[in-house]
């Protein structure tokens, strides 16, 4: 399989994730529905319709079936494509999918606008001494903000690198904070933030 003229772009979806489940007989494979079996009923229903709509997407992307995109991802592990179709990162809240590719390392994170966050606790985690500071000054709704969108965006970050959280918390914001950026997506009568770390963001697709 080789990649199309026009995949050689960035694509970034979003989506419910309630829509795999009409693709669950026909949209895993046989290693997929393996995996899937050996997991709690909750986190099975979770994995089957992220994987199915992501072989759903990509095979729309590549042109081609679902069943036949390359992909190995099984849980709780960083997914990978075959050598020479890119890199493909994925994120769910509260019944959303966000699936993100690009030619080179890509990551992608998802939250919802209404997430409170511990403020005390990762304020000076996530922020200069200098910003600290001048957000302690800010109502604190303006600062959960502020505070979501450098989360996505580290989170974002941590999956292009194909890290951990723990170890990149500790050099954030002065390593990689560049690297990545973060919008609001208006959906479903909600305000999402978006995280994408890998070069330019792409216009996120709701079809």
Same mark, same amino acid.
């Given at each position: #399989?080789?990649?199309? &003229?026009?995949?050689?772009? $960035? ?11 009409? %693709?669950?007989?026909? *949209?895993?494979? /046989?290693q997929e529905q393996r ?11 979770e994995y089957s319709c ?29 997914? &990978?494509?075959?050598?020479?179709? =890119? ?7 509260? =019944? ?5 590719? @690009? ?9 919802? =606008? ?9 304020? $000076? @985690? ?14 604190? $709704?303006?600062?959960?903000?502020? %505070? ?5 965006? %580290?989170? /974002? ?24 950026? /973060?919008?609001?997506? $208006? #959906? ?6 978006? *995280? ?6 792409p216009v996120v697709e709701?079809?």
């Amino acid at each position: #399989m080789e990649l199309a &003229h026009e995949l050689k772009q $960035p694509r970034l979806w979003l989506g419910c994730l309630a829509q795999g489940e009409q %693709l669950l007989a026909t *949209g895993l494979s /046989a290693q997929e529905q393996r995996w899937a079996q050996a997991l709690s009923p909750r986190r099975q229903k979770e994995y089957s319709c992220t994987r199915a709509l992501v072989r759903q997407q990509l095979g729309r992307w590549f042109h081609c079936r679902p069943l036949e995109v390359p992909l190995q991802a099984p849980p709780s592990a960083y997914p &990978h494509l075959a050598d020479g179709l =890119g890199t493909v990162s994925w994120s769910h809240s509260r =019944g959303f999918l966000l699936l993100g590719w @690009r030619v080179g390392p890509v990551g992608v994170d998802l939250e919802s =606008g209404d997430r409170c966050l511990q403020v005390r606790a990762l304020l $000076p @985690r996530l922020c200069t001494p200098e910003e600290c500071e001048a957000w302690r000054q800010w109502p604190e $709704p303006q600062v959960q903000q502020q %505070l979501l969108q450098r989360w996505v965006q %580290l989170e /974002a970050f941590v999956k292009r690198q194909r890290s951990t959280l723990s170890a990149e918390l500790g050099r954030w914001p002065g390593h990689g904070a560049n690297e990545s950026v /973060a919008l609001q997506v $208006p #959906m479903a009568g909600q305000r999402w933030w978006v *995280g994408w770390s890998g070069g330019a963001i792409p216009v996120v697709e709701t079809d």
